[in-house]
């Protein structure tokens, strides 16, 4: 077994402010998203926040997508984590990039569960302890 799962970590800077206090943009572009990435969606649901912010999480057949702003700094994180060989996380980003509209961003990807993620893990806890 090569990992249970791909998670896909989006960070993006300079976004456009007024999609990032939209709940109901943010989830269509976190739709979109999954759609494009081969993933189905089961369920959206979305938080909004004082000062201005808003969580939104797409529950997905194959694992989920979360998104978090902060309209003020114009900042967004996102995740999509996919189990299974459908769903492809990579697929998620050139809709992820059009709906926030950012000036930077930065991606990294991360296999869940795979042996040299528990061995990195393991060793920098020990460390710690």
């Not at 791909?6 to 960070?11: F, Q, V």
């Not at 456009?16 to 739709?31: F, S």
């Not at 089961?42 to 201005?52: G, M, Q, W």
């Not at 700094?73 to 709906?99: H, M, N, R, W």
């Amino acid at each position: 077994m090569e990992a249970f799962g791909r998670h896909l970590l989006l960070e993006m800077w300079d976004c456009n402010r007024y999609i990032l206090n939209d709940p109901e943009k943010i989830t269509q572009i976190m739709c979109d998203a999954a759609n494009d990435a081969g993933a189905t969606v089961v369920k959206s649901i979305y938080h909004e926040f004082d000062p201005p912010g808003i969580t939104a999480v797409a529950i997905l057949s194959e694992s989920h997508i979360s998104v978090h702003t902060w309209p003020i700094e114009g900042y967004v994180a996102v995740d999509v984590f996919t189990c299974g060989t459908v769903a492809d996380p990579q697929l998620a980003i050139k809709s992820l990039l059009e709906g926030f509209e950012p000036k930077e961003h930065t991606s990294v990807e991360i296999k869940r569960g795979s042996p040299y993620i528990k061995e990195t893990m393991l060793s920098k806890v020990s460390s710690v302890t």
